[in-house]
Structure formats: C-alpha cells, structure tokens
C-alpha cells in the first residue's frame, strides 16, 4: 500500500497545440518566464502548471515497457533539459490529449520509440522510473495514464521528447520533457583566466554562476567560480569591478532588468559577506536583454546570453 501512495502521488504531465502563455499559467506557480516549448506547444485550454528548464541536466526516459516489473530500455539523456506541465479542465480524455502531443512531436520530426497505456507500459513500476515534476505541478495516477517517447537526429544532433499524461480528479494533466543531448560545456573560469581578460578587453563573462529559474538566489554549485573571483579580487587589492547581470529575451524587458540587477546584487553580496572583499571594490549593474553575445532565436544563444560578467571600469 505505501509503494502504491507513492506511485500515485508521483507526478508528470503535458498538453498540446501552440499557444503562448498565459497570465493564468503564470499564476498556477510556474513562473513568469515559463512559455511552450518552441514548436510543440500546448493542448487547447491548457495553463502551464510547472516549468524547469537547466542548461545541462539529465532526463530519464522509457523507449520500451517493462517486463516483469523491470526496464528492458531505460535511456539516461545528458543535455538541456525542458521539463513542462499542464492542466486542463473536464472534458477531453487522456487519449485525445496525449494524441495531439504525439501528432504534434511527429511534425516536428520525432520518430516513436514508445507510446503506450497503464498495462502496456508496465503498470505502476513503470511511472516510478520517469522522471516528474513535484506535487502540486504535476500528478500521475498510476492505474490511469499514457506514455509516449520519441527520438529525432537532426544536424547530428540527437533529442528525445516524452510526454506523460494522466488524471487528477476530473482534470488532465500532462508532462512534456525534451532533452538534448549535449556535452557539458566547461563554464569554469580560473582567477588568471579572469585577470586575462579584464586586462585584454575590460571584461569578462562567467558562466559557472548559477540561479534557479526567475530567482537571485546563488545556488551552491557556483562556489567554485565565486572562490576564484575572490581569488582575483584578493591578489590584486587595488582591482575594482562592475559585476553586471545579463538575460536572454524570454519575458518582459522590465522584468528582465530587475532579475539581472538582483542577480548582480547577489554575486556582490556573496563576495562581501564570504570573502572579505569590501563593499567599495564592487559595483552592481544589471542590463537584462541589452547585450546580448547570441542570437536569442536559438537555445544555444539564450544560453549564452544568460551570464554574469566582470567589468573594469
């Protein structure tokens, strides 16, 4: 009974047909920024109920149902990962849900490697093993579900796409994950690296300073980077610099600017309060969209547009 609880309380979901956020989904708790994955979009009615997306993260997914309780092709996909859910209404059945998803991924280009319904799949063990946004953005019934995974190489580039979907009470409820495969940038920036280019262009960017989604919250795998600021910033006494916060174009410019002048606040505030360098030294700034270094029409672009940079006066 505890292990069936569990599984029901478990939680993934997804809807379908394009169509742009709206302030309804905003309010359902996923954020100000969160918006359709381009090209697949939404079903109709639908609001965004989570939304988590990480330059490189993994993604668990099925391309195959279980045999006697147990995976027969489980694929771990390392990359950028778009984790969304939706809710809507009474009325469509999780089928017809489920079926625009995988009509719309197919027209997108993605070829099946599994779609299939509660017992087909593998029943309760087999939505243990997906991964699911937490309770209250996404919900899985274990008894009453369906499942789909699809892969697609394009420009040698491999992404996976699955989409779950289920019920909670009289709603539907659905949850669209798209990896994309990739190799780990490194992001580290070591203290001489940082000197170098202060030095040769007055600036330079930082991309191993991570916030969560819409939050100026330093999360703790950016210390490396912030101890090698401080190693710069402790070498040279005399050294003061602009710590300016950058953004890609999702969202509202207004919005956008106070994030990035919040996140340039932080990095300050770290530095200051963990390291010792005084308050004087550190200027903040925060330009959100206006600079961009790539095209904010691709992911590759926005995720070099969203940084953190040093600036020499």
Same mark, same amino acid.
């Given at each position: 009974?505890?292990?069936?609880?569990?599984?029901?309380?478990?939680?993934?979901?997804?809807?379908?047909?394009?169509?742009?956020?709206?302030?309804?989904?905003?309010?359902?708790?996923?954020?100000?920024?969160?918006?359709?994955?381009?090209?697949?979009?939404?079903?109709?009615?639908?609001?965004?109920?989570?939304?988590?997306?990480?330059?490189?993260?993994?993604?668990?997914?099925?391309?195959?149902?279980?045999?006697?309780?147990?995976?027969?092709?489980?694929?771990?996909?390392?990359?950028?990962?778009?984790?969304?859910?939706?809710?809507?209404?009474?009325?469509?059945?999780?089928?017809?849900?489920?079926?625009?998803?995988?009509?719309?991924?197919?027209?997108?280009?993605?070829?099946?490697?599994?779609?299939?319904?509660?017992?087909?799949?593998?029943?309760?063990?087999?939505?243990?093993?997906?991964?699911?946004?937490?309770?209250?953005?996404?919900?899985?019934?274990?008894?009453?579900?369906?499942?789909?995974?699809?892969?697609?190489?394009?420009?040698?580039?491999?992404?996976?796409?699955?989409?779950?979907?289920?019920?909670?009470?009289?709603?539907?409820?659905?949850?669209?994950?798209?990896?994309?495969?990739?190799?780990?940038?490194?992001?580290?920036?070591?203290?001489?690296?940082?000197?170098?280019?202060?030095?040769?262009?007055?600036?330079?960017?930082?991309?191993?300073?991570?916030?969560?989604?819409?939050?100026?919250?330093?999360?703790? *795998?950016?210390?490396?980077?912030?101890?090698?600021?401080?190693?710069?910033?402790?070498?040279?006494?005399?050294?003061?610099?602009?710590?300016?916060?950058?953004?890609?174009?999702?969202?509202?410019?207004?919005?956008?600017?106070?994030?990035?002048?919040?996140?340039?606040?932080?990095?300050? *505030?770290?530095?200051?309060?963990?390291?010792?360098?005084?308050?004087?030294?550190?200027?903040?700034?925060?330009?959100?969209?206006?600079?961009?270094?790539?095209?904010?029409?691709?992911?590759?672009?926005?995720?070099?547009?969203?940084?953190? *940079?040093?600036?020499?006066?």
């Amino acid at each position: 009974m505890p292990r069936l609880a569990l599984a029901v309380a478990a939680a993934l979901v997804i809807y379908l047909l394009p169509g742009p956020t709206t302030p309804a989904a905003a309010a359902a708790g996923a954020g100000a920024k969160s918006h359709d994955y381009p090209g697949i979009g939404r079903f109709k009615g639908s609001v965004i109920t989570g939304y988590d997306v990480k330059d490189f993260d993994a993604a668990n997914l099925q391309a195959a149902p279980f045999k006697d309780g147990k995976a027969t092709d489980p694929r771990r996909v390392e990359g950028r990962i778009s984790r969304i859910a939706y809710r809507t209404g009474p009325g469509p059945s999780i089928l017809e849900v489920s079926r625009n998803f995988e009509n719309q991924l197919a027209n997108a280009g993605f070829e099946t490697l599994l779609a299939c319904d509660v017992d087909a799949c593998g029943g309760i063990p087999f939505t243990e093993a997906i991964d699911v946004l937490p309770i209250p953005q996404m919900w899985v019934d274990g008894f009453n579900y369906r499942y789909y995974a699809g892969r697609k190489v394009e420009n040698g580039r491999e992404t996976y796409a699955s989409v779950l979907v289920s019920k909670n009470n009289d709603d539907v409820v659905a949850q669209l994950t798209v990896a994309e495969r990739d190799a780990m940038q490194n992001k580290m920036v070591d203290a001489a690296a940082m000197a170098k280019g202060l030095g040769e262009t007055g600036h330079i960017a930082l991309y191993g300073l991570y916030f969560d989604t819409d939050k100026a919250v330093i999360k703790p *795998e950016s210390r490396p980077t912030l101890d090698q600021i401080a190693k710069l910033l402790s070498g040279q006494p005399g050294l003061n610099v602009y710590i300016v916060g950058h953004t890609d174009s999702q969202g509202k410019p207004a919005y956008n600017l106070d994030l990035s002048r919040r996140r340039a606040e932080a990095v300050a *505030e770290d530095l200051a309060r963990n390291y010792g360098i005084a308050k004087t030294r550190l200027s903040t700034a925060g330009v959100g969209l206006l600079a961009p270094v790539g095209s904010n029409a691709t992911e590759a672009g926005r995720a070099l547009n969203r940084r953190v *940079e040093l600036v020499q006066p």
